[in-house]
């Protein structure tokens, strides 16, 4: 158990076995490997640091352009470019290891034995505190949000994950379905630790001097404040329909949007394109949950969550 001054707000939260200092991470995607935000931020400040999805293989990625600045928010076709578990593991983690922060490794693949042998490879891995699966990127031409549109697969990829793994596992969920309750439920059934939601929303942008999409991929996957009130209203559904914790992802820039995620429901929130605007985002938000639960009185802030009022 972390350490606790009895003086000070508590703002310790469990992601299934995993206990993190506080309720903010960072999200996948927009936060390098850590190291990019070294002398930026306060890494010890996060409860939890989540690494770039990881490839059994390394990735180049899609083709520029692969980033449009939309209104209020961001369409990214980076096609989940990475160095492979492998580098991962002998370069990255070594540095990783010793942040004295969670890392929670995000992983993907092309097929369900890609998943698994990702997992293997991650067992034992100093410093690896948690596994999040990503079922839901669409922007790469096969897996990724394949698995996470079809319950019965976003279920097979849940169970083959756990079935290797020596570490809590988070799956981070597409919004682009037609009801994400099911799918919650079929991967929080298939024995997932938590679920964390949601990824982008598909979306496209256009430069009208060329008449050309503004992205190489053509379509890309939106993010930033924009989507914030379809990720709240995400999360508030599916905390209403499992067990397990629900980690909110969503625009979420200050404290107050946190807040406002753990009333709907969220054990813990993740910064993401935020961390483009302001690299200590993630820190501001730790520091204002701080000042609202000194302010409210609060002996620990999971007295929050879920306590949305709507009578």
């Known amino acids: 158990m972390i350490p606790q001054d009895d003086t000070l707000p508590d703002l310790r939260v469990n992601i299934g076995s995993l206990e993190i200092a506080n309720p903010v991470?960072?999200?996948?995607?927009?936060?390098?490997?850590?190291?990019?935000?070294?002398?930026?931020?306060?890494?010890?400040?996060?409860?939890?640091?989540?690494?770039?999805?990881?490839?059994?293989?390394?990735?180049?990625?899609?083709?520029?352009?692969?980033?449009?600045?939309?209104?209020?928010?961001?369409?990214?076709?980076?096609?989940?470019?990475?160095?492979?578990?492998?580098?991962?593991?002998?370069?990255k983690m070594k540095y990783l290891a010793g942040l004295n922060v969670p890392v929670i490794v995000n992983i993907l693949g092309d097929s369900l034995t890609e998943y698994e042998e990702i997992t293997s490879r991650l067992v034992g891995v100093p410093g690896v505190a948690g596994i999040e699966v990503n079922i839901s990127c669409p922007n790469v031409k096969k897996g990724g949000v394949a698995f996470g549109t079809d319950p019965a697969m976003a279920a097979a990829v849940t169970a083959a994950v756990k079935s290797k793994a020596d570490v809590p596992v988070m799956v981070k969920l597409s919004p682009n379905v037609s009801d994400i309750t099911v799918i919650a439920k079929a991967v929080a059934d298939a024995g997932a630790d938590a679920i964390s939601l949601i990824n982008t929303l598909i979306g496209m942008a256009i430069d009208v001097s060329t008449r050309r999409p503004a992205l190489a991929n053509i379509i890309g996957g939106l993010s930033g404040p924009a989507i914030k009130p379809v990720a709240l209203r995400m999360v508030y559904q599916v905390a209403k329909v499992v067990s397990v914790p629900v980690i909110g992802i969503g625009g979420i820039e200050t404290a107050e949007d946190a807040l406002e995620f753990m009333l709907a429901g969220a054990t813990a929130v993740q910064i993401g394109t935020a961390n483009f605007v302001n690299p200590r985002a993630s820190e501001d938000v730790v520091e204002g949950i701080y000042a609202y639960a000194k302010a409210e009185k609060l002996p620990s802030i999971r007295s929050i969550i879920g306590g949305l009022r709507v009578d």
């Open 25 to 91: 991470m960072t999200a996948s995607g927009t936060f390098g490997y850590a190291r990019e935000f070294e002398g930026l931020m306060n890494l010890q400040r996060l409860g939890a640091v989540i690494v770039k999805g990881i490839s059994l293989h390394p990735r180049n990625g899609n083709p520029p352009p692969r980033i449009v600045e939309t209104s209020c928010g961001m369409l990214n076709a980076i096609g989940l470019q990475n160095v492979g578990v492998a580098r991962f593991i002998s370069e």
